[in-house]
């Protein structure tokens, strides 16, 4: 086997990007399953343990959209190694916290190493892969985005059952030192000359609207859409983000390039994810809420039960990448998201005693669905976006990302519990108890699902005003196209 310096450049950048998400996007569901344990730890209380979550979001919501201007001007291999130090150095510490308060502090640097890794990795593949490789490349690269919450739970499970809570932070060390010398000795620099200087305004209005936004939703699922707590920050965020896109209308070179929504490829293929992310992340709430709390499930056989999803998506995902080169991505995610939401009405016959295999075959008709969504999605998205908007666009494109995921467990959230609280105060005001009153809760978790399946649903029905034509450019055969760039977007900015 020939060693990484004799690689094609795309496959070094490809291994640099996994290795990033990967722990990323496992660092959000491995740490859920810990809490209880390191609040006994710490005699913490749930305030405290939200803000171990909360504190980590906030930094993702300040750092996702300056990414993209910081590797544009420093450099995405100086940034990108400086997100895996902040995030490796990050989970050390939080490893070796010693107070809730300390644990807290540490996420935020993790927040920050968290918050850059996946759009300024995003943009090196975008720039390394022309468009006519995008789909089968995705097809490999959008496997730790499933990969991550399904074994969070499992891994999650095993470590607090069998070790130390530490290790739930202690585990990223191995891989992001891994990720860190491999892209040191590997990875090219990259600087776009059109940058610009730093958009100071820009930031401080981007980091308070998302900020107060993801705030609020992610207070929703426990407090309720109409407490103080979650529409006070709610409107707030709303309102900053109004005036954000205000304030960057006017930059000539703004931090967040909305203009780039003028692309109706980009704009559709944002909103297509704003529903399909939101009910992906969103159903992966409340399924191990229905396995533990309803169940009484470990939350070691909970995500065993759900890891099958993650083996649905591998085993389909090369075939669909090759299938996207002949049928486009309108076709492809419309029924990807039509499928998915069929699937997960499969949830509403699903009881208090049904039995997991049966779980696990859905969780794994579901994965098969997924590539079908984000392949596709991922593949014709930046379709005509120019290589010096690559980095402001994957700063959007994340920060959609993370407000969809926010926004689907909060509006699940709220269906959920709003409507368990109700029927629980009922049952138990009739003095219902035991399996009667599980069954009665059971149709709280039933009414999620069916909305997980109206948010597919809708996406479905938005993923039809896609065009294959806009897309035409990453559907080309490589023999026929070997070295395909980007169409520009024209603009209305002077470069």
């Given amino acids: 086997m020939r060693s990484p310096a004799a690689w ?93 308060e300390q644990l807290i502090a540490f996420r935020v640097a993790q927040g920050v190493g968290g918050g850059m890794l996946v759009p300024v990795g995003q943009s090196m593949l975008y720039r390394a892969f022309p468009p006519n490789e995008r789909a089968r490349a995705s097809a490999v690269l959008s496997i ?38 491999f892209s040191a000795r590997y990875l090219r620099e990259h600087r776009e000359p059109t940058a610009g200087e730093f958009d100071r305004g820009g930031f401080l209005l981007s980091a308070a609207a998302f900020g107060s936004l993801l705030f609020g939703l992610a207070e929703v699922p426990r407090r309720g859409w109409t407490a103080p707590i979650t529409v006070g920050p709610v409107v707030a965020g709303l309102a900053l983000m109004a005036l954000l896109v205000v304030f960057e209308s006017k930059q000539i070179a703004p931090m967040l390039a909305f203009r780039l929504f003028r692309d109706r490829m980009f704009r559709v293929g944002n909103v297509v994810g704003l529903f399909g992310m939101g009910a992906f992340v969103g159903s992966m709430f409340v399924l191990p809420l229905y396995l533990q709390r309803l169940r009484g499930l470990s939350p070691q056989t909970s995500g065993l039960s759900t890891f099958t999803q ?78 010096s908007d690559t980095g402001r666009g994957s700063s959007l494109f994340s920060t959609q990302r993370q407000v969809s995921s926010a926004l689907g467990v909060a509006v699940l959230g709220a269906v959920l519990f709003t409507t368990l609280k109700t029927k629980t105060v009922a049952a138990v005001a009739s003095g219902v108890s035991g399996r009667a009153l599980q069954e009665i809760q059971l149709d709280a978790y039933h009414q999620a699902f069916l909305w997980v399946a109206i948010l597919y649903f809708v996406g479905a029905a938005v993923a039809l005003l896609i065009r294959d034509a806009d897309a035409a450019n990453t559907m080309a055969q490589p023999a026929a196209q070997p070295a395909a760039q980007p169409t520009p977007m024209k603009t209305q900015e002077a470069t």
């Fill in 310 to 387: 993650a083996l649905g998506f591998i085993a389909v995902s090369r075939t669909v990448g090759k299938l996207y080169l002949r049928v486009g991505p309108r076709r492809m995610i419309a029924s990807g998201l039509l499928m998915s939401g069929l699937i997960n009405l499969s949830f509403l016959a699903v009881g208090v005693d049904t039995d997991l295999w049966w779980i696990r075959l859905i969780m794994f008709g579901r994965g098969m669905c997924l590539p079908l969504l984000f392949i596709p999605l991922q593949a014709s998205s930046f379709a005509r976006i120019s290589p």
């Fill in 144 to 181: 730790p985005s499933v990969l991550g919450p399904a074994m969070g739970p499992v891994l999650g499970g095993i470590i607090t059952t069998h070790t130390s809570w530490r290790w739930i932070f202690l585990i990223n060390i191995p891989f992001g030192l891994f990720a860190f010398v």
């Fill in 8 to 100: 094609d450049y795309k496959r070094v950048v490809a291994v640099a990007f996994v290795v990033g998400v990967f722990m990323d996007v496992l660092d959000v569901t491995i740490v859920n399953v810990a809490l209880p344990t390191i609040g006994s730890r710490f005699g913490a209380s749930d305030t405290g343990l939200e803000w171990v979550v909360t504190a980590y979001l906030l930094s993702l919501a300040v750092w996702i959209p300056a990414s993209g201007w910081l590797g544009d001007r420093v450099g995405t291999k100086r940034v990108f190694l400086t997100a895996l130090a902040l995030f490796t150095l990050g989970s050390a510490l939080c490893g070796l916290a010693q107070s809730i």
